[in-house]
C-alpha cells in the first residue's frame, strides 16, 4: 500500500517539477568521517548533506540493522541516542562502546538511486595494568635476575619498554599472543641482567604505551634488594700523626646486611694498650700517641654474605722543634789595652791596642747554624775578656818596680835626708808626673 501510494503520489507531480528533483538529486551526496574510539567511551557518527531537497537520511549498523531513519529511532539499543536530525545533518551517538561494536556503518541518503557515505568505527582494546613477576627477594650480588613484564586486553597490542636508573634498555625479548576473542592481544616482554651492589635499591620499571592511554602510560615497579659483601675503608682523623697528640681511625663500612660491630686488631693481634686505645663503633680513638703504637692497624666486618677488610700502617712523627728568634750578635770591634810610664823629660802615653774580630761574622753571611755561630762567638768572647784580665792583673803587679830620673839625683847623697833633698830640689822645676794603670 505504502509503496502504491508513493508511486501514485509521484504521478500526480507536475512534469516540469520531476524533472527538478531528479536533476537536484542527482548533485546530493552523504559526507561521513571514520571514527576512533576507546573500549567503553561514547561514538558520534554524523553524516552531512550539503544540498538536500528533503530527501530522507539513515544509519545502519555493520549488521545493516536501521539505527536511525531521519529522527525516528528504528533499533532498541538504550546506548544509541539521537544527536541531532536536519534535512542537511543526522548524527547519533554510541555510549559504552563495546569490541563488537566495531565495524563499518552506512549512511544513506534516499535519492533515486539511493547513495551512501562509509564510516568505520574503529575501537581500541585499552591494555590492563602491568605486572612484574620473577623477582625474589632479596638477590644475591652477581646472580642473574629474569623479569617478565605482562598485559592483556590490548587492541592493538600495546608497546613495553623497560627502565632502570632512569635509562631505558633495548636488550629485551618481546612476545605478542592474541586474546580468545581474537579481538585483542596479551604482550609480555622478559628483562635479563646480572646484578651487583650498584642495583641495590634501583626502581626498575616497566612500561606499557598505548594509543588508547591518551599519552599516559601505565607503569609497574621493583625496587631491587641486592645483598652484598662488606666494603671497607679506614679514614684517620689527621694525615701527619705526632707524639703526645690524639688519633681516631674511623672504619667505614658498606654492606647488606650492614656489618655491625667491626673489629679492630694491631699486627695480627689484639689492641695493645686498651685503656689508651678505645673502641667506640666503628671508631678506634688512640687517646694519645708515642712511638710503640707504630705498626699495621687492620678494621675487619662481617656479615651473613662475606667478610671483608681494610688495614692502615701508623707512623707516628715526632713533634718538630721550635727553633727560638733569631738573635743578632754584634761584631766585636776593638778592645784597647793602655799601659802610661812616667818619664822625667815629658809625659808620654804608650798605647797597645790589640784588635779581635769573630772569623765568622762576615758582612752579608748566615751561618747555617745560629745556635753554633752563638756558642762560637760567646766563647771567643769570654777568652778576650780573661786575657784582658789576666793582662791587667800582671801590670798592677809589677807597678813601681821601675827607677824614675827623679830619684837618680839622690844616688850620691851622704844619707838619707839628703837624698830627699836633693831629690825634693830636683823636682822643682820638672814636669808633672803622671801614671796610667789599667
Known sequence: MFVLFSLCNLSLVPAAASKNKVKGSQGQFPLTQNVTVVEGGTAILTCRVDQNDNTSLQWSNPAQQTLYFDDKKALRDNRIELVRASWHELSISVSDVSLSDEGQY?????????????????????????????????????????????????????????????????????????????????VSSTLDFRVDRSDD???????????????????????????????????????????????????????????????????????????????????????????????????????????????????VHDVPNTLPPTTIIPSLTTATVTT??????????????????????????????????????????????????????????????YLTNEAKGAEDAPDADTAIINAEGSQVNAEEKKEYFI
Open 106 to 186: 552506512t549512511c544513506s541518503l534516499f535519492t533515486m538511486p539511493v547513495k551512501t557515505s562509509k564510516a568505520y568505527l574503529t575501537v581500541l582494546g585499552v591494555p590492563e595494568k602491568p605486572q612484574i613477576s620473577g623477582f625474589s627477594s632479596p638477590v644475591m650480588e652477581g646472580d642473574l635476575m629474569q623479569l617478565t613484564c605482562k598485559t592483556s586486553g590490548s587492541k592493538p597490542a600495546a608497546d613495553i619498554r623497560w627502565f632502570k636508573n632512569d635509562k631505558e634498555i633495548k636488550d629485551v625479548k618481546y612476545l605478542k599472543e592474541e586474546d580468545a576473542n581474537r579481538k585483542t592481544f596479551t
Open 201 to 315: 635499591g634501583v626502581a626498575v620499571i616497566c612500561r606499557v604505551d598505548h594509543e588508547s592511554l591518551n599519552a599516559t602510560p601505565q607503569v609497574a615497579m621493583q625496587v631491587l634488594e641486592i645483598h652484598y659483601t662488606p666494603s671497607v675503608k679506614i679514614i684517620p682523623s689527621t694525615p701527619f700523626p705526632q707524639e703526645g697528640q690524639p688519633l681516631i681511625l674511623t672504619c667505614e663500612s658498606k654492606g647488606k646486611p650492614l656489618p655491625e660491630p667491626v673489629l679492630w686488631t694491631k699486627d695480627g693481634g689484639e689492641l695493645p694498650d686498651p685503656d689508651r686505645m678505645v673502641v667506640s663503633g666503628r671508631e678506634l680513638n688512640i687517646l694519645f700517641l708515642n712511638k710503640t703504637d707504630n705498626g699495621t692497624y687492620r678494621c675487619e666486618a662481617t656479615n651473613t654474605i662475606g667478610q671483608s677488610s681494610a688495614e692502615y700502617v701508623l707512623i
Open 340 to 401: 802610661t810610664v812616667a818619664i822625667t823629660t815629658s809625659p808620654t802615653t804608650s798605647a797597645t791596642t790589640s784588635n779581635i774580630r769573630d772569623p765568622n761574622a762576615l758582612a752579608g753571611q748566615t751561618g747555617p747554624d745560629h745556635a753554633l755561630i752563638g756558642g762560637i762567638v760567646a766563647v771567643v768572647v769570654f777568652v778576650t775578656l780573661c786575657s784582658i784580665f789576666l793582662l791587667g792583673r800582671y801590670l798592677a803587679r809589677h807597678k813601681g818596680t
